[in-house]
C-alpha cells in the first residue's frame, strides 16, 4: 500500500494534485495571518478571471475572421496528414535501403 501511494505521488497526477492542494492550504493560512476572510484569494483570483473572460467575449468579432482561422486550421492538419502519411516513411525507407554506391551514383 505504502509502495502504490509513493509510486501516486511521484505521478505527473500525483504532483499536479498535491501541489493545488498545498496551494490552497498555504492561500487559507495566509488569509487567516492577515485576518482577512477566508479564500479571499481564491475568490478575487476567480473575480479577476471571470471579468477578463467577459471582456474576451464581448469582442466584436467579424465572420471573415473566423473564416480565416478556421481555413488556416484546415490547411495546416492536411499538410501535417500529408507530412506524416505511411506512404511517405515507405518512400524514406526505400531510398535509405537503396545503395548508391553499387549502382553508380555520387552522393553530394
Known amino acids: ?6 509510486k501516486w505521488y511521484k505521478s505527473p497526477q500525483g504532483i499536479g494534485f498535491s501541489s493545488a492542494f498545498f496551494g490552497v492550504i498555504l492561500t ?28 474576451f467575449l464581448s469582442f466584436e468579432l467579424r465572420v471573415w475572421w473566423l473564416l480565416l482561422a478556421v481555413a488556416g486550421i484546415v490547411l495546416i492538419s492536411i499538410i501535417l496528414i500529408k507530412l506524416n502519411s505511411p506512404e511517405r ?14 549502382i553508380g551514383v555520387a552522393m553530394v
Open 28 to 55: 487559507l493560512s495566509l488569509d487567516i495571518l492577515r485576518d482577512r476572510p477566508v479564500f479571499s484569494t481564491i475568490i478575487s483570483v476567480f473575480n479577476f478571471l471571470m471579468n477578463n473572460l467577459l471582456i
Open 89 to 102: 516513411e515507405m518512400y524514406a525507407k526505400i531510398l535509405k535501403a537503396i545503395d548508391y554506391r553499387a
Open 1 to 6: 500500500m505504502v509502495d502504490k501511494l509513493k
